[in-house]
């Protein structure tokens, strides 16, 4: 993104010129999907997509905002001494939630801000564009106001928003990515102690490239919580016959000995996919720290078909995305996030990447009836001030 032209629309904007960039990267998820609230591990990365910010200091207490991706909206202000959630906030209740829980929390933050928001992440791509948005208030925040703030200070800030601001039961894993991740490395991170590796992700002669269903995902709210229910019940049934906290706690050979306990096939099914999921994960850390990407791609592949058969989240579209990048040569491709659309992801040779968005584009237009989106990305740094020049 030019960030010349942010500086040029912050000064048409808010009629001044001494902002500074900041940026916050998306995330993917590499494999280990609905392990979080399972007690297993995931291993997301931050992407080249993001979102930026131009972002300066008030005299006053107004807090001005303005998105470039919503430019009908206007700007919309309030003061720095009223930070209610309100509906009609529309977006910028996420940047409002982070200041409002770092005053809370006892930090400085004694005047107000204008800030001016542009990102490219695909809106509902499930990419975490609010993360994305939360982590990035937090270092203009740290920044501007030099506040002693961690980076797992604002991850869990960027959590208590999501949770208790907005109402949404989500996990740890797209802040921690967001913040913490660095370029060319991915994150094991335990999602019951928060201990975290970062791995080396060196993808030599080969690119990530990120397929958008273009499918709105109104079941995945839903379906989330019926299989978070699901692995409940399961985990209930199984406590009568082993003493653990979390189905993560089990390995999948343990489980084949207890499966004939649980009540259901549903049930079992559920169960084998977060435990199953959990051991591909670590699995898939070691293969690319013995830099075998083959190995990686077929865990990879694996934890797709276990998303489709066993915990029965992805849906035709992600399934016909994630099967046509097989057909057509991908080290590895599943779908990320929580399924019921949003994307998959494939690992793809290089020199290859245009014929195979071509072929797979083609082949979902055909069988689904209208267009997928492509985005080849790197894996960037996490939320920062930007080196502008």
């Not at 500074?20 to 392990?35: M, W, Y």
């Not at 996420?94 to 800030?115: N, Q, V």
């Amino acid at each position: 993104m030019d960030t010349t032209l942010l500086k040029t629309k912050f000064k048409t904007v808010f009629s001044r010129q001494d902002g500074e960039v900041f940026f916050a990267p998306g995330r993917i998820n590499l494999i280990g999907e609905h392990t979080d609230y399972n007690g297993g591990h995931v291993f997301p990365c931050a992407i080249t997509i993001g979102t930026y910010a131009v972002s300066a200091k008030r005299e006053d207490s107004q807090i001005r905002f303005y998105s470039e991706n919503f430019p009908e909206i206007g700007m919309i202000c309030f003061d720095l001494f009223d930070l209610a959630y309100r509906k009609e906030g529309n977006w910028t209740n996420y940047p409002k939630g982070m200041i409002r829980y770092l005053k809370d929390a006892g930090h400085e933050i004694d005047s107000g801000l204008d800030i001016l928001f542009n990102g490219n992440i695909p809106t509902g791509a499930g990419l975490s564009s609010s993360a994305s948005i939360e982590m990035l208030t937090g270092v203009i925040l740290r920044e501007i106001f030099a506040l002693d703030v961690s980076d797992l200070d604002l991850v869990l800030t960027g959590k208590k928003v999501e949770n208790e601001f907005i109402g949404v039961n989500s996990g740890i894993m797209d802040q921690f990515a967001v913040q913490k991740g660095k370029e060319d490395m991915a994150i094991l991170l335990d999602c019951v102690t928060l201990g975290y590796e970062m791995i080396p992700l060196v993808l030599d002669g080969y690119k990530i490239v990120i397929m958008n269903t273009n499918k709105r995902r109104e079941l995945a709210t839903s379906k989330y919580n019926e299989r978070r229910s699901e692995c409940e019940a399961a985990l209930s049934e199984l406590r009568q016959y082993r003493n653990v906290n979390s189905l993560g706690e089990l390995t999948l050979k343990e489980f084949e000995k207890l499966e004939g306990y649980l009540s259901n096939e549903t049930l079992r099914k559920r169960a084998r996919h977060g435990i199953s999921e959990n051991e591909r994960t670590v699995l898939a850390a070691k293969a690319l720290k013995a830099n075998e990407l083959k190995t990686f791609g077929e865990l990879m592949n694996a934890s797709h078909r276990s998303l489709r058969d066993d915990y029965e989240v992805t849906g035709i579209e992600l399934d016909v995305l994630s099967e046509a990048a097989w057909e057509e040569g991908a080290l590895g491709a599943r779908m990320t996030g929580a399924g019921f659309g949003g994307c998959a992801i494939a690992i793809v040779e290089s020199e290859k990447t245009e014929s195979f968005i071509q072929s797979v584009s083609a082949k979902y237009l055909g069988k689904i009836g209208y267009e997928a989106s492509f985005y080849i990305v790197d894996i960037s740094d996490g939320a920062k001030k930007w080196k502008v020049g």
